[in-house]
Each structure stands twice: as C-alpha cells, then as structure tokens.
C-alpha cells in the first residue's frame, strides 16, 4: 500500500498533537440506551463496530454535562466521575484498534428530556418525567418554549450561567481522564448555546441577549473556558446549526462571524449541521437532499478560514472524496450510512484506493494473538483479506 493515497478522502489530517488516518468521521447518534448516564454493553458493540470499521474519529453520542441537561432521558451523561471508566472503556478500544474516540459534550436547555425513538421520540410531559425519579429542570436564555410540545423554560440568571460554564468545564476534565482524543461543544440543533443564539429564543436584555455580539457571548464564553481546560494538544470541535431553520433567525452569515472567533479562542473545526430550533414560526426551506449542508461547511471553511466537518446524507464514497478534494471541508462525517454498514469506511478505502491490495481492515491485538502469531500465520499467512 502506498504511504499517500491518491484520493483526498484517504490522506490523514493533522490537528494539534493528534492525526486522523483518512477523512472519514462517525457522527453522533442518540442511542437511547444509557442507564443514569452510564455506557452499557449496547454502546461498547455500538461504537465497536464502527471503530473497527476503518473510520479515523468516532464521536459518541451526545453526552450531557449535567443530570438535567440530557437530550434523550436514557443518553450518556459525564456528570459525575463514575461516567469515567464506562467512557474509557470505549477510548481503549478505539486506540487497541487503531481509531480515535471523540466525545460531544451537550446540555439540551429547553429541549431537554426526549422519550427514546422507539416510544416516539416525544418531548416528555413534566408528569412523565417525574415517574423517572430524577432531577430534572428545562431552561433557557429566556422563558419560551421551544414549541407547544415543550414545556415552558426556567429563564437561566447569570449565575446559574456561571454554573452550566463550569459544568462544561468539569465534563471536559473528566473526557480528559477518560482518555478522549477529542471533544465537541453542541451548539446546534435548538439546545441550550442554540437558543442564546437565536433572536427567536433570546429575549434577554442583558449582556447576554439582544445583539449579535451579546447573543454569541454565553458561546464564546463557554469555548474558552472549555479550551483552557482541555489539553493544548487535543483538538476541540463545535457542532453549529449554521442556519437554525426559521426565517429571521440565525443564518450562515451569523455562523461565519461566530466561527471567526471561536477560531480566535482555539477552537479547531466547525461541524456544520442546521435546524433544530423548533420554534412555532415560519420555517425557512432548507430541502433535504445528498450533501444538502455541504455548502455551509464550505462557506465557513473560505469565510472564516476555520477547519470544517460536512456532514448531512453524505451516502457515497466518491461523494465523500468529492468534497474533500474541492475544498468545500477538511472532514467528512457519515451517520446513516455507517449504521446500514459499520464498515463503510473500510469499503470506502477499498472503492478509491489505486491498489489491489488492502489492508484497511482491522488488526487483530492483544497478548494471547501476540504469543500466537507464527502460528496463526501457518494457516492464515502474513495478511488475512
């Protein structure tokens, strides 16, 4: 195998201390299958097989930095340190198999406590939530719903700000001892930092609310303490909703400005994703379609000459090299896709590769195969296809 691929998709990618092997990213994806927070056996073959399935970075779902701050009720939490070991179990298993293990930090603010997809996904009713027997509030930069399904949010002071900042803080440390190569902040898809943003969520007539500058500074804020805990060696990312999906709200524009300076603060790629806001306004239309949010990572990778994940039904190989050759991203992050086939990167190899051989997928590790290998190589030679 050549030391440089010829397709784009296939070369590493260096950030700080770290390097990706190729392009090709898992996507967070709520699996609604966590007990108080905790990785269970379903999360170590969920993440396993994607890890083993040649992609560079695997980010885990996303992963409350409070009790209170879930999406889905039954999501990951890092909240206390007993969420340490579950999580280093699946960092180990990355780095034993030649990946890298990510964490999405979120707090979900008034979207906050969904029913898993399998009893519909709804927002659960504050009488549901109370049969958890757990503590639970939704809030928000101010207190309006984020649709009739919702209930109405606690509007957050400036202390309990203060309070979610270091939580974020607190979270960062512990994927740090977990063993985390990387973390993103969520900033989208209508969750706490989204609803700052937006003018249709803030009303506050604080320094935190009104104009631009003040709607993006509890996002800034919250970057740069995050930054400055989190090793100057590892890279930290920022999922934005670059459009929030309603007309008059935050737009691509807003994005650029807002990646410009958390370039400033350190942060390293701006994942690009869109909508979510869920507010009982106008939608824009922003038709779903192949590659649909490319554009916005594009746009923010020439406008604010900041890194950038494209992810959105990006389904194909050639697609996906596509993308990375023409500069429209640094990075390309596949969800659907890798749940039909864990192994799409690997096949993604095999299809752009200008080579026969192929050694993309994954290597067998661990002391008992180590004693054995002269064996094993008697029936199975040096490589096994």
């Known amino acids: ?26 996507s967070p994806m709520c699996q609604h299958a966590a007990i108080d927070g905790q990785v269970q056996d379903w999360h170590l073959v969920h993440y396993g097989k994607f890890i083993l399935g040649g992609a560079a970075l695997v980010w885990t779902e996303s992963t409350a930095i409070a009790s209170d701050s879930r999406v889905g009720i039954a999501d990951l939490g890092i909240w206390s340190d007993d969420h340490i070991e579950g999580l280093r179990k699946l960092a180990d298993f990355a780095h034993n198999n030649g990946a890298l293990m990510g964490v ?58 203060s309070e979610i900042r270091q939580q974020f803080v607190d979270a960062a440390l ?38 631009l500058e003040n709607r993006m500074r509890y996002a800034l804020e919250i970057a740069q303490a995050t930054r400055a805990a989190w090793p100057s060696d590892k890279p930290l990312f920022v999922r934005l909703s670059c459009i929030d999906g309603v007309e008059g709200g935050w737009d691509l524009n807003d994005s650029v400005i807002l990646a410009r300076e958390l370039k ?20 824009s239309n922003v038709p779903r379609g192949i590659g649909f949010q490319v554009p916005f990572a594009a746009e923010i990778r020439e406008q604010a000459a900041i890194a950038t994940q494209a992810v959105g039904l990006i389904v194909s190989a050639e697609h996906a090299n596509e993308i990375i050759s023409t500069g429209q991203a640094d990075l390309v992050a596949v969800g659907r896709a890798a749940l039909r086939n864990p192994y799409w990167p690997a096949e993604a190899y095999r299809t752009l590769s200008d080579t026969d051989e192929f050694d993309a997928w994954p290597e067998r590790h661990g ?19």
Request: glycine share 8%.
């Open 104 to 161: 999405q930090l979120a707090h979900a603010g008034r979207k906050a406590f969904s029913a898993p997809l399998w009893e519909g996904g709804h927002a659960l009713s504050p009488e549901e939530i109370n049969q958890y027997d757990i503590k639970w509030r939704r809030v928000g930069p101010s207190a309006i719903a984020a649709s009739s399904e919702w209930s109405t949010p606690d509007t957050l002071s400036v202390d309990e700000m």
């Open 1 to 26: 195998m050549s030391d440089q691929p010829a397709s784009t998709l296939l070369q590493p990618f260096s950030m700080r201390g770290l390097t990706l092997k190729n392009r090709m990213v898992i």
């Open 174 to 211: 512990r994927a740090d001892a977990a063993g985390m190569d990387a973390i993103e902040l969520h900033y989208g898809h209508g969750y706490l930092i989204a609803s700052f943003l937006s003018p249709h969520a803030n009303h506050r007539q604080d320094e935190y609310g009104g104009t």
């Open 264 to 283: 400033a603060i350190g942060i390293d790629v701006i994942d690009c994703s869109s909508g979510g806001l869920a507010e009982e306004v106008k939608r």
């Open 367 to 385: 002391a008992w195969l180590d004693k054995r290998q002269p064996l094993l190589r008697r029936f199975v030679g040096d490589k096994a296809n």
